[in-house]
């Protein structure tokens, strides 16, 4: 039953945020990547994303977002979606289902409120850039 279900941990795996060129926007954006930084391979890893929290004390939410990849090579970045200005101030949320040697593994990361800034990074792995990472 319940005691029988494994469920296990997901480590090395990130969802991180850092700044590239945005040439529709012609400055640096804020970009969410998924980073797998293990030796396996990630099949049919599926990211759900939305932010949600109050601005001005009003109740904000954003639709949500499907992102599929089908493999993530061990030790390399996809790129998972923009992360606009606006929603910067927002809980940014994402959930992500993956499989690895046979196994489900299923985490949310979350960017807190305000989180993601300059200030907040740190050396990202397999990237070599300065991001942020989610928790």
Do not use: C
Request: glycine share 4%; no cysteine; hydrophobic share 45%.
């Amino acid at each position: 039953m319940k005691k029988d279900i494994i469920i296990p941990k997901v480590a090395n795996v990130h969802i991180v945020a850092f700044q590239e060129w945005n040439d529709d926007f012609m400055e640096n954006s804020w970009y969410a990547y998924l980073v797998n930084d293990t030796d396996d391979l990630l099949e049919m890893a599926m990211v759900v994303s939305r932010a949600y929290g109050l601005i001005n004390g009003e109740e904000r939410k954003t639709g949500t977002f499907r992102h599929a990849f089908a493999k993530v090579e061990p030790r390399t970045a996809v790129k998972v979606e923009l992360l606009e200005n606006n929603v910067l101030q927002l809980n940014n949320e994402f959930m992500l289902s993956y499989f690895a040697n046979g196994q489900l593994y299923d985490k949310t990361f979350v960017f807190r409120v305000n989180t993601i800034n300059e200030k907040a990074t740190a050396d990202l792995p397999i990237i070599n850039k300065r991001g942020v990472f989610a928790n």
